[in-house]
């Protein structure tokens, strides 16, 4: 079946880097763009970058950008999600999700999320 | 950056209500709209995408309208299985999630 599974919680210290991995099976892993998304502890979700698992083209929300970095590895269907500099309100749980199909441009590409990966929870604290 | 307002934050209602859940946009993104649904723990599961189409799976209860800047999400007859907390997406301009609208049971 078609299915995300990440990588397994994370402690960092403030400054540090984190990498959280996404896993994906069940459908051809170059076809479909990837997101990432994060959830503070008792809040709402928040899209953090895209990925094009094909080129390797990426896209990130403003206010990562510097510190994420978004990479694929295509001969294991593995999505990389770097955050450095971490502080403590990147105390969240992130997820990846499957986006749409990537013959749309990076640049156009409107699509919502319909596989989910189960979350990682990431915890900065000194 | 579009925001996208949810209203109401919590909703009260009993296993057979029809509820309806409203999502505004800050401008118009046609109909390029989400709807998910999560649990405590779990991660957020896609229900309707464009405005109104049912993701396959999802029971047919739930059902999605709107367009422009004004989307509502209703569910027909409540099941003891949809008590949980609905988010509102929009991606016609990167991707903004409402803040949530929580349903309790009465």
């Known amino acids: 079946q078609v299915q995300l599974v990440q990588s397994g919680a994370e402690v960092k210290k403030p400054g540090a880097s984190v990498t959280v991995s996404c896993k994906a099976s069940g459908y051809t892993f170059t076809s479909y763009y990837m997101h990432w998304v994060r959830q503070a502890p008792g809040q709402g979700l928040e899209w953090v970058g895209i990925?094009?698992?094909?080129?390797?083209?990426?896209r990130y929300a403003q206010k990562f950008q510097g510190r994420l970095t978004v990479t694929r590895d295509t001969s294991t269907s593995i999505v990389y999600m770097e955050l450095s500099s971490l502080r403590s309100e990147d105390t969240a749980v992130y997820y990846c999700?499957?986006?749409?199909?990537?013959?749309?441009?990076?640049?156009?590409?409107?699509?919502?999320?319909?596989?989910w990966g189960q979350g990682t929870m990431v915890t900065v604290s000194s | 950056d579009i925001q996208m307002t949810q209203s109401p934050s919590t909703l009260s209602a009993s296993v057979g209500d029809r509820v309806t859940i409203t999502c505004r946009a800050s401008?118009?993104?046609?109909?390029?709209l989400a709807w998910y649904q999560q649990k405590p723990g779990k991660a957020p599961k896609l229900l309707i995408y464009k405005a109104s189409s049912l993701e396959s799976g999802v029971p047919s209860r739930f059902s999605g309208s709107g367009s422009g800047t004004e989307f509502t999400l209703t569910i027909s007859s409540l099941q003891p299985d949809d008590f949980a907390t609905y988010y509102c997406q929009q991606y016609f301009a990167y991707y903004t999630f409402g803040q949530g609208t929580k349903l309790e049971i009465k």
């Open positions: 990925i094009n698992p094909s080129g390797g083209s990426t």
């Open positions: 999700a499957r986006g749409g199909d990537v013959v749309v441009p990076i640049t156009s590409v409107r699509d919502a999320f319909d596989i």
């Open positions: 401008q118009s993104i046609s109909n390029w």
